[in-house]
Nanobody, 125 residues
Framework: QVQLVESGGGSVQAGGSLRLSCAAS????????MAWFRQAPGKEREGVAS????????YYADSVKGRFTISQDISKKTVYLQMNSLQPDDTAMYYC??????????????????WGQGTQVTVSS
């Protein structure tokens, strides 16, 4: 069965950096895309960044462009999220997701079937 394990969350002050990792397992064929989402208390889960496994094309939410970078190690089925210049508004539970089926924009949470357990990111001012 497909499993995703996130790591790297923590508490930082505004302006600081964190690097999240997500290791996937339980499938043999290549995934279509992987993504990071986040959910703050009382808010909807929102897309942060996604990356296509085959071509490496990336998508970023406007709120994180220029500050966050998504990358992948295909051989390890691992996706990373480098987060710089963190702000208190970035505080949320961050979730990794993978889509195996081809043919999607890889932006909406409804496009992903497999999710990690989440890792907390807290940014203090």
């Amino acid at each position: 069965q497909v499993q995703l394990v996130e790591s790297g969350g923590g508490s930082v002050q505004a302006g600081g950096s964190l690097r999240l990792s997500c290791a996937a397992s339980g499938y043999t064929r290549s995934s279509y895309c992987m993504a990071w989402f986040r959910q703050a208390p009382g808010k909807e889960r929102e897309g942060v960044a996604s990356i296509y496994t085959g071509g490496g094309s990336r998508y970023y939410a406007d709120s994180v462009k220029g500050r966050f970078t998504i990358s992948q190690d295909i051989s390890k089925k691992t996706v990373y999220l480098q987060m710089n210049s963190l702000q208190p508004d970035d505080t949320a539970m961050y979730y990794c997701a993978v889509r195996l089926a081809w043919g999607a924009m890889c932006k909406s949470k409804d496009e992903f079937s497999y999710w990690g357990q989440g890792t907390q990111v807290t940014v203090s001012s």
